[in-house]
């Protein structure tokens, strides 16, 4: 695991193969194997395929122009009616997706919705809520690009990690290696 949260890395650049259903269906499952705060199931996934919403997605927000040349986006939503930690819960929801990317050979990255804007009058939540039909008690965290890597980056190290950000016991004792 700890190899694995190493070598998991953004990936933006993807080529135009096709991510194979079986797959596509074990993101599903990361996803929904996800604990939920008090079990309440409150996560919901809308998997876009079709190339040309994918292309209308990716303006949800400047900067997320790179998802119309994945092969698929997850769209990850919460309820917060059944939870209220409906942010926690698809956060974990959305990092499991991406984890598994890693570890089947798919590069992927987090591109966020919630507190993000399409323009001035607009948010990326209404953005994508009108084209994906959305219903208005369904909030949208993010969306997770997914495809196969057209570019590699190096591992994260353990010399990178920040220890001075971990205390022990006790705010003013820091965490010594
Ligand atoms: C909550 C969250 C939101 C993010 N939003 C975006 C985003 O909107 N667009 C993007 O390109 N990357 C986004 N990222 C990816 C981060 O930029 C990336 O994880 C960070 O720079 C570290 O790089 P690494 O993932 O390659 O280690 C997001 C990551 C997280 C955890």
Known sequence: MLELLKKRRSIRKYTNEKVSDEKILSLIQAALLSPTS??????????VKD????SKLSNFKPGASFLKNADLGII???NPSLSDVWIENASIAASNIHLLSQEIGLGSCWLQVRNRNYNESTSSEEYIREIFNVPENINILAVISIGCPDEEKDPLTEE????????LNSYSNKYLK
Do not use: H
């Open 38 to 47: 008090k079990n309440s199931k409150s996560c919901e996934f809308i998997i």
């Open 76 to 78: 990850v939503m919460g």
């Open 160 to 167: 990178s990690l920040n220890y001075s950000k971990v205390y």
């Open 51 to 54: 190339k040309d919403l994918l």
